[in-house]
């Protein structure tokens, strides 16, 4: 085996390799860039080294760096992880060059599976069954429509090169198309420096079925059953399954089958995932159509090793030194169910904007351990770590594992409401909505889940308002007694010598409050008026933990400072909460108002606009890049163009203006 691995990778799956590896008493080498000299993933290795910038085109895409880091500090394979690396068939033949063992497939695998056309060429020889579209190489703008409209509308335009849902359109209608491949070209350049695309026409209610499998390099190939994908948003996953509800035993063995059909044309070595578009008719069954392979370790593959007990892993550093699968097809059992969140630093309620910021307060669910079930918490971030607008936006997976699906639904609800983070925008509050939703839960899966449940997903937060008004009575309480330590001379509290104070508050969250109360009479109580009079006492139990009790009945609750005054989780979910003090002005921050600004740093890679050009509501303006997506700045009214502040291809900040609209109105 092994003595010494490099990973040239950063983050979760670097942090994921690095434990497996020290399991097995291998040492681990990082690399890190100017961004991520401190990051968790460094810590996780026995040694590290630098190669460059924050921006990854500098730094982990600089492969030359990465082999002269691994000669430097003796290591004899390297772990490409996922993204980034992972898929490049170039930096495969330069570790073979130089005599470092690339733990993956081999070079010629990852080229005939890399470009989406060509490797359903590949896939049409082996008799693996494929969607109808276009995959040839004429990429004349002129003639993709004319193939289009020939395939007959909705069709899906997408990168050959590509994946993760990057330089990918749902594209509805022939007047629609040119548009549509301009965005998927350029979005397809940026991030894998090729522009072809294919066409396919779009599955109507699409489910998204993988199958993970496995071969060694001598010749054995297994797979390791399914995983539902379906539940996505901007083409990439959210939530996934194993296996996958209403599957079948006898599709289930046809699908495995055509994956291994699939591994075997191209003689596959290691950790790979074959990716299946499941069509659902109204009435009939299920069918299923090769979609692609991605040659390497899937971002959801915890849910498999929670089913099988089997540490993939493990599987690829063995396989990587020469030895065989362990064990046979037969051997290889499904136990129980397995679901994975992807927990990220992005804004649901503004179409899934990623966010950027410091994270000021991270605290785990109860029992969450890295990479062990069945509460796994797998990451690369922790408290005080900034998510930068240099790479992916996500900031950890949540996987659990019951004996049922149901019992898996009620752990992931259990730990999502413990999973409580400050300090920028995430999507745990979104997570628990899917979980708890009408689709998920009753396992009435595909690709639109999302929007066909949008009006459950996105509603108003609905959390019982004098609990959350209680939390932060109490948090104000308890910084003002913090502050003053217990001088009562010197607190802002509406302290008299005779009789009770009143004070009154105005409190803003998802509903704006007068909230009146009565300074405490003794300590760690008060009386607080909303609809009806309210009793609320307090004991503190750890850091940033209550037991708050509220007319009677008792829950502990976290009260978490941040920028707008306190954050208030409980048991059904958690809202930030701005108290407007007269006596404590400095308590509460007034929101800014918007502007056209951006949204979240990023890069201008489209302007759509001129100083004196007339724009309507909803006219496209300019189109950002961030975190590896494309995100589109709209008119939010009619006006006239006054002013653009920025070039295009310039890097902008979030908040920074982008346009002056003079409004006609």
């Known amino acids: 085996m092994f003595k010494k691995i490099l990973i040239a990778n950063r983050g979760e799956i670097a942090c994921r390799v690095a434990a497996t590896a020290r399991r097995m008493g ?10 991520d000299a401190q990051a968790p993933h460094v810590r996780a290795c026995d040694e590290a080294v630098h190669i460059g910038p924050a921006d990854p085109k500098d730094s982990y895409l600089q492969w030359e760096r990465i082999l002269a880091a691994a000669e430097k500090t003796g290591a004899q394979a390297i772990h490409p992880g996922y993204g980034f690396l992972s898929e490049n ?9 130089v005599g470092v063992t690339f733990i993956g497939p081999s070079p010629a695998a990852i080229e005939a599976m890399g470009l989406k056309a060509q490797s359903k060429r590949l896939m049409a020889a082996a008799g693996v069954p494929l969607v109808p579209g276009y995959h040839g190489d004429n990429q004349d703008p002129g003639y993709l429509k004319s193939q289009a409209d020939a395939i007959g509308y909705p069709v899906l335009v997408k990168a050959s090169a590509g994946g993760g849902g990057k330089g990918m359109r749902i594209v509805s209608s022939s007047d629609a198309f040119l548009d549509a491949l301009q965005a998927c070209k350029r979005e397809a350049l940026n991030s894998f420096a090729n522009d072809d695309v294919l066409i396919e026409k779009y599955v109507q209610r699409p489910r998204h079925i993988e199958i993970q499998v496995f071969g060694d390099t001598q010749g054995n190939l297994v797979h390791l059953f399914e995983r539902d994908c379906s539940v996505q948003r901007r083409h990439q996953k959210v939530l996934e399954e194993s296996p996958a509800p209403g599957l079948t035993p006898e599709m289930r063995e046809a699908m495995g089958q055509a994956a291994l059909a699939a591994a075997r044309a ?10 299946f578009i499941v069509e659902q008719p109204a009435n ?17 593959h915890p849910v498999t090793e929670a089913i099988t007990g089997i540490d993939l892993v493990e599987w690829q550093l063995c396989v990587a ?3 065989s699968l362990p064990c046979d097809q037969s051997d290889i059992r499904m136990h129980g169910h397995a679901i994975e969140a992807r927990i990220c630093a992005e804004n649901p309620q503004q179409q899934f904007l990623p966010a950027t910021g410091t994270v000021m307060r991270l605290a785990l669910p109860a029992c969450a351990q890295f990479t062990v079930a069945p509460i796994r918490w797998d990451s690369g971030v922790t408290q005080g770590d900034r998510i930068s607008p240099h790479y992916d936006s996500m900031i950890a997976k949540l996987i659990v594992h019951g004996e049922t699906r149901s019992q898996a639904l009620a752990l992931m609800d259990q730990a999502l409401s413990e999973t409580h983070i400050v300090g920028l925008h995430h999507n745990v509050h979104f997570l628990r909505a899917l979980v ?9 899966l595909d690709t639109s889940l999302i929007e066909r449940d949008a009006a459950h997903l996105f509603a108003a937060n609905r959390l019982p308002v004098h609990w959350w008004a209680a939390g932060a009575l109490v ?9 003053v330590k217990g001088h009562p001379w010197l607190a802002a509290d509406g302290w008299q010598p005779m009789g009770g104070a009143t004070r009154h508050l105005h409190v803003t969250a998802p509903t704006d409050l007068q909230v009146a109360f009565w300074v405490p009479s003794e300590p760690g109580c008060l009386r607080f008026q909303l ?20 007319d009677g009945v008792q829950q502990t609750l976290r009260l978490v400072p941040c920028r707008s005054g306190v954050t208030v989780f409980m048991r059904e979910g958690s809202v930030d909460v701005t108290i407007q003090d007269p006596l404590n002005g400095a308590f509460g921050v007034d929101a800014v108002a918007g502007g056209l600004t951006a949204p979240m740093p990023g890069k201008v890679v489209a302007l759509r606009v001129a100083v004196g050009d007339r724009v309507a509501a909803g006219d496209v303006l300019a189109v950002m890049e961030a975190m590896k997506m494309e995100h589109t700045i709209l008119a939010p009214g009619a006006g006239v163009v006054t002013d653009v502040f920025f070039q295009l291809g310039e890097q902008v900040a979030e908040g920074d203006a982008l346009l002056q609209l003079e409004s006609e109105s």
Request: hydrophobic share 45%.
């Open 475 to 483: 948090a104000l309480i308890a910084s003002e007694q913090s502050v």
């Open 531 to 550: 609809d009806a009079l309210h009793e609320v006492s307090w004991v503190p139990l750890a850091q940033d933990s209550w037991r708050i009790t509220v």
């Open 26 to 35: 291998i040492q681990t080498v990082a690399v890190y860039s100017d961004a």
């Open 284 to 300: 009939g069954e299920m069918d299923f159509f090769f979609m692609e392979m991605n040659t390497r370790l899937q971002v959801e």
């Open 436 to 444: 708890n939703g009408p689709s998920f839960k009753t396992a009435d």
């Open 321 to 323: 030194n020469g030895e």
């Open 89 to 97: 068939a170039a930096f495969a033949k330069a570790c073979e060059a």
């Open 266 to 275: 191209v003689h596959y070595v290691g950790a790979g995932t074959v990716e």
